[in-house]
């Protein structure tokens, strides 16, 4: 069936690097996608969500990015800090469902 | 405002008891959900509802019941526990007409 996925399940990065976390969508009426962020012992927590008739959106440090043609969804941290570290989780809605369908989740490292 | 809250926040079960894990939010949330995490992979869901006195399956629902009899409670109910329940619970709630979904801190079962 159609679902959403990740690339890489794991990324480490040094502090004060950029982050890319990808994620690949199947399903083409997927119109509004949104990234969690999951830290240890904690349930996920929403950082910034797109929907389809937007192609970027940016907010404190992340941006998100919607490439439509090849259904791929990222997410960059700047100036990534030992804080971010966490899951990441990207998920999709189709309109009119309010449960979303979520990927597996990457897990970002931030070494100092 | 305390959000969603879930109790208790670790359990150990020997197979076969029955127990329940409560979810409680206080936004007055149309929309409340359960999800288990298992490692490595995102998070299924379990059960759904829309409103009070209305709920539905999701895509893992075996084993587990749900009930809504107010809008701020959604108690899922494990019948027989079995070690394939060892888990992470994730309670969720999300207002109408909204697609944000405001987690628990979650509930960490195991099952001997």
């Known amino acids: 069936g159609e679902s959403v996925g990740l690339h890489l399940p794991t990324l480490s990065v040094q502090e004060g690097d950029n982050s890319i976390i990808n994620c690949a969508y199947s399903?083409?009426?997927?119109?509004?996608f949104i990234w969690y962020k999951q830290e240890s012992g904690k349930g996920p927590q929403f950082i910034i969500d797109?929907?389809?008739?937007?192609d970027k959106r940016q907010g404190q440090r992340v941006t998100v990015l919607l490439n439509k043609t090849v259904k791929h969804l990222s997410l960059q941290i700047a100036a990534t800090q030992p804080g971010d570290s966490a899951v990441y989780f990207c998920?999709?809605?189709?309109?009119?469902?309010?449960?979303?369908?979520f990927g597996r989740g990457t897990s970002l490292i931030v070494h100092p | 405002n305390a959000g969603v809250t879930q109790t208790p926040k670790f359990q150990v079960l020997k197979t076969g008891q029955s127990m329940t894990l409560q979810c409680a939010q206080d936004?007055?949330?149309?929309?409340m959900s359960w999800y288990r995490q298992d490692p490595g992979m995102g998070l299924r869901l379990i059960h759904y509802?829309?409103?009070?006195?209305?709920?539905d399956q999701g895509e893992v629902p075996n084993g587990y019941n749900v009930s809504r009899s107010t809008t701020e409670d959604f108690p899922l109910r494990l019948l027989s526990a079995a070690p394939s329940q060892t888990s992470v619970y994730f309670c969720?709630?999300?207002?109408?007409?909204?697609?944000?979904?405001?987690f628990g801190a979650g509930t960490r079962l195991s099952v001997l």
């Open positions: 998920a999709e809605n189709t309109g009119g469902s309010y449960i979303p369908t």
């Open positions: 797109i929907r389809s008739n937007m």
């Open positions: 969720a709630s999300t207002p109408q007409g909204a697609d944000i979904q405001y």
């Open positions: 399903n083409s009426a997927s119109d509004y």
């Open positions: 936004m007055n949330h149309e929309y």
């Open positions: 509802s829309v409103g009070a006195g209305i709920t």
